[in-house]
């Protein structure tokens, strides 16, 4: 039966729109690897997937994750913030994937952050080939707050509409704050 998707599964159907095999893509949260695999398996063997996050046990399960499913030649596994990825991405990509929040069973206080977030994502615009898409799942509300989600619309609604479209999409009759998705193609 057919059923709305939630955002994160709207995400992986832009994504997939977008992306093809031998592409270049980046995972700005890895987190578990669930995206992180997904982007590996779309881009193929020729591709590659540059995979960041801040913690060491965000990185071993996904390295985990993409040894069992034996996708991690064509991931580069970055320990450090997503707001550094001009530092080791020299090349445009086609997507990049932001899953915000915190650690699924970790650390809820090792969440992303307003300042850092609106800076990545204004660096992963800028590293996007032209066609390419940043995808932005926000969680908000709970222990993650409201003032990333506030701090990213609020940075998203400035962006030039000639340069980008920016798409967001909410349920709006759900309790507890489901996330949003958000993505912005490079014209
Ligand atoms: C909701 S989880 C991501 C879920 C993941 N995509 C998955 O498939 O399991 C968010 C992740 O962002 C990471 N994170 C927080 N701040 C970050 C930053 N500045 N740069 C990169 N990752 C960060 C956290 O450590 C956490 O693992």
Redesign the pocket.
């Known amino acids: 039966m057919q059923t709305i998707k939630n955002s994160l599964g709207q995400s992986h159907d832009y994504i997939r729109l977008f992306v093809k095999e031998g592409d270049t893509v980046v ?12 982007l590996a398996e779309l881009v193929g063997e020729k591709g590659k997937v540059y995979g ?4 060491d ?2 990185l071993s ?2 390295k985990k994750r993409l040894d069992g499913l034996g996708l991690n030649e064509r991931v580069e596994l970055i320990k ?5 990825m001009d530092k080791y991405i020299n090349t445009p990509v086609k997507a990049v ?1 932001f ?6 069973g ?1 650390d809820h206080s ?4 307003p300042e ?2 609106v800076h ?1 994502i204004n660096k992963a615009m800028n590293l996007l080939t032209k066609g390419g898409v940043v995808v932005v ?1 926000i ?1 908000y509300g709970g222990d993650s707050g409201f003032e990333e989600k506030d701090r990213v619309m609020e940075f998203l609604t400035g962006i030039d509409q000639k340069e980008y479209i920016v798409m967001k999409t909410e349920f709006i009759n759900q309790a507890n704050c489901p996330p949003i998705l958000v993505c912005i193609e490079k014209l």
Not at 27 to 38: I, S
Not at 80 to 84: F, I, V
Request: hydrophobic share 30%; with cysteine; proline share 2%.
């Open positions: 995972d700005a949260t890895c987190g578990n690897g669930n995206d992180t695999a997904f960041f996050d801040i913690q046990r965000a399960n996904t450090d913030g997503h707001e550094n994937m899953n915000l929040g915190y650690l699924p970790g090792i969440g992303t952050k850092t977030t990545a799942v969680y």
